[in-house]
């Protein structure tokens, strides 16, 4: 399988990464649900070893997902393997392991990311990480000076490789591309939704866009409809304001129009809607990285399987691009 840098890294990628959020299994922010629901670890150390056997390298986790359980679910499946992986994860959102809560309440001091730096590398049995990443998108612009300084630290220091910052904010992206020798932006990005200036900047600045909710969420996984209901125990199914693409559990209407509209152009040539969708996300530019939530083998080996596919075309991006303008 092709590889591809992490911005000016010698980090070498999968064209795809796997979201590891959901096999983090149930966990509570603010006291509303932020996980997807039960997981069973082993099927999911399953899906790991898959995405590596099948030549995704890249796992994209966070110390908040699960409260450390989905790095420990990492951990275990890369007994004997850490050769194999790129691990990338995040920093900066407290929380409690014993009642799984996590608090809206941010840390991005350089006492709390080398305290949480040491943590994740216990948890991820590995005395580095490849790309350890900003979570939260937004905080005070006079903190992002010190959470550099103190990344840049890490790295002289070899606990990291490189860094990067998840955020859908342009402006402090652009700030902290200009001021660090960070890698990547991780931002939200898929055909029914996201900025593409984030993707300007990317390619500007040669940094790596990592696109989450590649799948808006499991939207573009075509297995929802309007009679659709997800349990309350789902993020999808919680009051969560920033969950887009579903209300209270069920699609929104609106999204389910604009899917409807490119569908067809998504599936064709044989693709499943995942890997059209995945296809969509290349054919915006080579410097993004798709990185779909997966939770068992199935949607691993799907996933990998786009790769053979490749990008849609310039037409097919256009025709797209038009059907959505109709539907907007």
């Known amino acids: 399988m092709e590889r591809k840098k ?27 649900p932020d996980g997807w629901g039960e997981v069973d670890d082993e099927e999911s150390i399953r899906a790991v070893e898959t995405a590596l056997d099948l030549g995704i390298n890249l796992l994209d986790t966070a110390d908040a997902y699960g409260t450390g359980h989905s790095e420990e679910v990492i951990g275990r499946a890369l007994r004997g393997r850490r050769q194999d992986a790129v691990i990338a994860t995040k920093f900066g959102f407290t929380h409690d392991a014993a009642s799984r809560s996590v608090f809206t309440k941010i840390d991005v001091s350089p006492d709390y990311i080398r305290t949480a730096c040491q943590a994740s590398l216990r948890r991820l049995g590995t005395d580095y990480i490849d790309l350890y990443q900003i979570h939260p998108g937004e905080f005070p612009r006079e903190q992002l000076d010190e959470a550099i300084d103190a990344l840049e630290g890490l790295k002289r220091e070899g606990w990291i490789r490189s860094y990067g910052w998840s955020t859908g904010n342009t402006q402090l992206a652009e700030a902290f591309a200009r001021q660090s020798s960070g890698v990547a932006i991780q931002h939200p990005y898929n055909v029914l939704y996201g900025d593409a200036s984030m993707i300007e900047l990317c390619e500007r600045h040669g940094l790596s866009s990592i696109n989450n909710a590649p799948l808006a969420m499991g939207l573009l996984s075509g297995k929802f409809t309007s009679s659709s209901s997800l349990p309350a125990e789902d993020v999808r199914g919680s009051s969560h304001e920033w969950v887009l693409y579903f209300k209270d559990g069920k699609p929104k209407a609106e999204y389910l129009a604009k899917l409807g509209a490119v569908r067809e152009i998504l599936t064709s040539g044989g693709r499943s809607l995942v890997q059209g969708a995945l296809a969509w996300i290349w054919g915006k530019s080579e410097c993004t990285i798709p990185i779909p939530g997966l939770k068992n083998v199935k949607q691993a080996e799907e996933a990998a399987k786009a790769i053979r596919f490749g990008p849609l075309t310039p037409v097919q991006m256009k025709e797209i691009e038009a059907l959505l303008q109709k539907n907007a």
């Open 6 to 32: 992490l911005g000016a890294s010698d980090v070498l990628v999968s064209p795809l990464g796997f979201g590891c959020w959901a096999i983090g299994g149930p966990f509570w922010l603010d006291g509303l």
